[in-house]
């Protein structure tokens, strides 16, 4: 593939007609960096291996801002003039791609490898952005370093070395998941060589949350050391817009170092494929103590994929068919969220949506009384003898205006059908897996259309073996879905 592609663009670059050579050039180059990271914009200037203008300008959108780097295209000759041309844009941080119009490239690449370092300019050529193209769809961790390289990269980075980088990166995430020293120390390395402070840092973080999740201690990291653990709010909002990374031992690893309360600080808006994968593969570990149910038929351009997680009015949120659910780790996170007040549920509502859920407290509104049953041990209110002697006539009219659920962890949620919220009792942290299990069939009639695609949802991966939780465990649910 490397060898058509640069003889592509040799055939490009000595097309007889002058306007035609420099439209296809560019063309063959935008469209290999685009293979790239498919995420950036290109804009295409109208100039082509000028002394000060760049021939392209990347862009993509990092923690709300619009970040921007040029790209120079170079026909390089004497290496001594190369590095002369370098070193008057140098100040850029540009990255400068070497074209193949002699035999001289390799020469005068090689000749600013310490003045490129210095200026945290990459310089490359097609080879080099060639083989980053392939490793990108290759190796889904290599992703990650590949579009790293192009928004903060930094060196000469030809074939060979592009081809180093992915290994040394997907070697060391591999050994971090075994908090494996040698290996994870290579990775920090080619961060720290090749990728400019910033960018180093940001994914040193991600290195060191693999390492942590699991079970290596921090002192041991062999890099530099974030003591909190944690992922910035800049770092995880990149990862979270970069291309889909279909991995999900990465994603479980990481969510060891994410807290709910963090991911609603992100700008992530609308539909993003990598907080899925974030949320489903750590949904027993990442935990809210409130939900608020926003109901009615909602707009979505996102087609089929409801239930999806988004990230909605600085709160994380759970798009249905027909509702939203906003999660947060306290009541005040969620009070700028106004829900339409409901009537309660009927008895038979209740029944029906409980099903296997464990319901140990009810309160009954008739008018302008209220009655409140308690059930002990296992049994769930709706089994008890005191709920089943309640009469017809005071069943029948009453509502059910809130309800105490009960997870499968044994922790107790107080669900309010009236004003569509849910809180957990005391302190406890309900995980997302329980408010998805033992509160949002209460609050809300699941569409037996949704009820497969929400059951898959479920699926949890498990930190010691990776195992999915099945669908038919889902309490009720399955009932449901054979009704």
């Given amino acids: ?114 003045l490129s370092y210095e200026s945290d300019t990459l310089v490359t050529d097609v080879h080099g952005i060639n083989r980053l193209a392939q490793n990108r769809q290759e190796r889904s961790i290599a992703n990650l370093v590949s579009s790293a390289l192009l928004r903060g990269g930094r060196g000469v980075i030809n074939s060979s070395e592009a081809n180093n980088i992915s290994t040394s990166v997907t070697q060391g995430f591999d050994a971090a998941r075994r908090a494996e020293p040698g290996p994870t120390e290579l990775a920090v390395e080619t961060f720290s060589r090749h990728l400019t402070p910033g960018k180093s840092r940001q994914m040193t973080q991600f290195l060191q949350a693999v390492w942590i999740s699991s079970h290596g201690r921090i002192e041991g990291f062999p890099g530099p050391r974030d003591l909190s653990g944690d992922i910035s709010d800049e770092s995880l909002e990149y990862l979270l817009h970069f291309e889909p990374i279909s991995d999900p031992e990465f994603w479980r690893a990481l969510g060891a170092s994410v807290t709910v309360d963090q991911i609603s600080r992100l700008e992530v808006s609308g539909y993003h494929e990598n907080l899925q994968s974030l949320i489903q593969s750590n949904l027993d570990r990442l935990w809210s103590r409130n939900l608020r149910l926003h109901s009615g038929q909602l707009p979505t351009t996102t087609g089929d994929r409801s239930p999806f997680w988004s990230v909605s009015r600085q709160a994380l949120a759970l798009h249905g068919d027909d509702y939203i659910a906003y999660f947060a780790q306290s009541s005040a996170d969620l009070k700028h969220i106004k829900t339409d007040r409901g009537h309660g549920l009927s008895v038979a509502d209740i029944r029906r949506r409980a099903q296997e859920i464990h319901v140990s407290e009810l309160t009954l509104r008739g008018g302008s009384e209220s009655l409140t049953v308690e059930a002990q041990g ?99 649910m399955q009932a449901e879905i054979d009704e």
Wanted: charged share 25%; net charge negative; aromatic share 8%.
């Fill in 1 to 114: 593939m490397s060898t058509s592609y640069a003889a592509a663009l040799r055939e490009a670059l000595f097309d007889p007609d002058p306007n035609s050579s420099v439209r296809r050039t560019k063309e063959l180059v935008g469209r290999e960096l685009l293979d790239v990271d498919p995420r950036i914009d290109i804009k295409n200037t109208e100039y082509f291996n000028h002394t000060f203008s760049p021939d392209f300008v990347l862009s993509w959108p990092e923690s709300g801002r619009t970040q921007k780097r040029f790209v120079f295209l170079r026909l390089p000759g004497e290496p001594k003039y190369f590095v002369e041309e370098v070193q008057e844009i140098a100040n850029l941080h540009p990255i400068i791609f070497g074209l193949e119009g002699d035999n001289r490239l390799d020469e005068s690449i090689a000749s600013v490898q310490d």
């Fill in 378 to 476: 296992r049994q769930s209110v709706l089994e008890t003898k005191t709920f089943s002697s309640l009469p017809e006539s005071v069943l029948v009219p009453s509502r059910v205006t809130k309800a105490t659920s009960n997870t499968p962890s044994g922790q107790e949620i107080h669900c309010d059908f009236v004003e569509r919220d849910a809180r957990a009792v005391t302190s406890a942290r309900i995980s997302l897996e329980d408010w998805l299990l033992a509160a949002l069939p209460l609050l809300w009639p699941i569409s037996s259309s949704e009820l497969p695609r929400l059951a898959n949802s479920f699926r949890v991966i498990s930190q010691d073996e990776l195992a999915f939780v099945e669908s038919d465990q889902l309490p009720g």
